[in-house]
C-alpha cells in the first residue's frame, strides 16, 4: 500500500520503511540488487533493445576528430562568404525563403559556387591535404569512368558540393560535423545533398539544430520536428 508508480513519468516511490523512489532502473536495482550496468542490460533484453558498447577515443583519434572539426569550421566561413558574394541567392533566401540576416548569422548559411575544385583549390592552397578533404567529406573521390574523368581537374577528387546552398550540421554540442546542401538550380539532382558517412558524421545520429533547441526544449517540455533544413 505504500508503494506508488506514475506511469505519466515512468517513476516510482516507496512511502513505507525504505522511502527511496527513482525510475525503472533504480527500481530494478534495489529490488535484485544489480548495479546499473547490470540493471540496463537486463531491461535492454527484455525490451529487444541493442547496446552498443562504447568505445573511449583515443588521444590520437580525438586529435584527428578535433583536426576535422577545425577544417569544416574553415569551410563554413568559406562558404559564408561565397553566399554574401553571390547577390542571386541572397536574394533567393531574403526574398523567396524570407530568411533575416539574423537568421542565415544564426544558422551559418553559406553558398558553394560552381565548378568542380575552388574547394579543393581554396583549403589546398592553405595546407590542407587532399585526403583530409575527401575525410571531411567536402571532397569527393573520382571514379575514372565517371564523366568527372573528363574535366580538367587533375586531382583525384573534385568538389562534393556544387552550386548549392550550405546548412552547417553541428552535433548536440554544438561541433560542426558536417553539410547540408540544397539545390539553387531546379534542374540539378538530387535536391538535397549531405555529407557522407565520416569519422564524426552519422546522419541518423545528428538532428539539426538540436544544439540550438536543447534549453528551449526543456524549458517548454516540448519539441517540434520537421522536415528539411
Known sequence: ????????????RCFGACNEGGDIFKFVMKREG??????????????????DEFQRETPELKEAHEHLRVLLEDALVYYRSQLFNNN????????????????????????????YDNALKHFTERGYSEQELIDSG??????SESQFSTQSVQSRSFDRFRNRIMFPIR????????????????????????SPETPIFTKGKILYGLDRARKPIRTVDQAVIVEGY
Open 34 to 51: 544489480l548495479d546499473f550496468k547490470e540493471a540496463l542490460n537486463k531491461l535492454a533484453a527484455r525490451a529487444g533493445v541493442q547496446l
Open 88 to 115: 542571386t541567392v541572397l536574394t533567393y533566401l531574403r526574398e523567396k525563403r524570407g530568411l533575416e540576416d539574423a537568421t542565415i548569422e544564426t544558422f551559418g548559411l553559406g553558398y558553394a559556387p560552381v565548378g
Open 138 to 143: 567536402l571532397l569527393t573521390v573520382r571514379d
Open 171 to 194: 552535433d548536440e554540442n554544438g561541433k560542426m560535423a558536417g553539410f547540408g546542401a540544397r539545390i539553387v538550380d531546379p534542374n540539378d539532382i538530387p535536391k538535397f545533398l549531405n
Open 1 to 12: 500500500p505504500a508503494f506508488v508508480v506514475w506511469p505519466e513519468t515512468g517513476t516510482w
